[in-house]
């Protein structure tokens, strides 16, 4: 099928960050290795990127911890972004939701490889992310910001994230595509 039928091409992927730490400290005593983080966390932003129409990025953090088999307990962070360009005949809204959905399940499906790539040597690896339905990811992410907006927006002071906890917890609020604005010249740290 050619580009112009209304299909996302992937142009490039970045991983901006892969962190791995293992604790292999169980070995020697059952009760001195952390306890790894409970489940999955995942966030996503989708933004424009500077001077490429027709193009979003979809920047994804993947967080959580791993125990395997033997007692040792290995923690990663991992942040990538991948570049899509979109059919000229589409509105931005419908590009950012197919690149949600549909890129978004691609990025993951790349940083599930990545981490076992990097963790398949590893005492107590390889690390091998969940399976997902992405589109539910998507669903719960959404649904917990337009809920934490409409809170907002009666005036009541700010919930902690922590009242409604979640293995598919957003702990930054993701930019909606359809409001999305360019990036600014200037990154903050």
């Given at each position: 099928?050619?580009?112009?039928?209304?299909?996302?091409?992937?142009?490039?992927v970045?991983?901006?960050?892969?962190?791995?730490?293992?604790?292999?400290?169980?070995?020697?005593?059952?009760?001195?290795?952390?306890k790894?983080?409970?489940?999955?966390?995942?966030?996503?932003?989708?933004?424009?990127?500077?001077?490429?129409?027709?193009?979003?990025?979809?920047?994804?953090?993947?967080?959580?911890?791993?125990?395997?088999?033997?007692?040792?307990?290995?923690q990663?962070?991992?942040?990538?972004?991948?570049?899509?360009?979109?059919?000229k005949?589409?509105?931005?809204?419908?590009?950012?939701?197919?690149?949600?959905?549909?890129?978004?399940?691609?990025?993951?499906?790349?940083?599930?490889?990545?981490?076992?790539?990097?963790?398949?040597?590893?005492?107590?690896?390889?690390v091998?992310?969940?399976t997902?339905n992405?589109?539910?990811?998507v669903?719960?992410?959404?649904?917990?910001?337009?809920?934490?907006?409409?809170?907002?927006?009666?005036?009541?002071?700010?919930?902690?994230?922590?009242?409604?906890?979640?293995?598919?917890?957003?702990?930054?609020?993701?930019?909606?595509?359809?409001?999305?604005?360019r990036?600014?010249?200037?990154?903050?740290?």
């Amino acid at each position: 099928m050619s580009h112009d039928m209304g299909i996302i091409q992937l142009r490039d992927v970045y991983l901006a960050k892969m962190h791995v730490a293992g604790d292999a400290r169980a070995l020697a005593n059952k009760n001195t290795a952390p306890k790894p983080p409970d489940g999955l966390a995942i966030r996503y932003d989708v933004f424009i990127p500077f001077d490429l129409p027709h193009h979003l990025v979809i920047r994804l953090e993947v967080r959580g911890g791993w125990r395997s088999s033997v007692p040792v307990t290995i923690q990663y962070d991992v942040i990538a972004e991948a570049l899509f360009e979109y059919p000229k005949h589409w509105d931005l809204k419908l590009a950012g939701r197919v690149v949600r959905l549909q890129g978004g399940s691609m990025l993951y499906g790349i940083v599930r490889g990545y981490l076992l790539a990097a963790t398949g040597g590893c005492l107590g690896g390889p690390v091998r992310l969940e399976t997902v339905n992405w589109s539910d990811v998507v669903e719960t992410i959404e649904a917990k910001q337009a809920a934490r907006a409409a809170h907002e927006a009666t005036g009541a002071p700010k919930r902690p994230d922590s009242d409604t906890p979640s293995p598919l917890a957003d702990k930054k609020k993701p930019v909606r595509v359809d409001t999305a604005k360019r990036p600014s010249a200037k990154r903050k740290s």
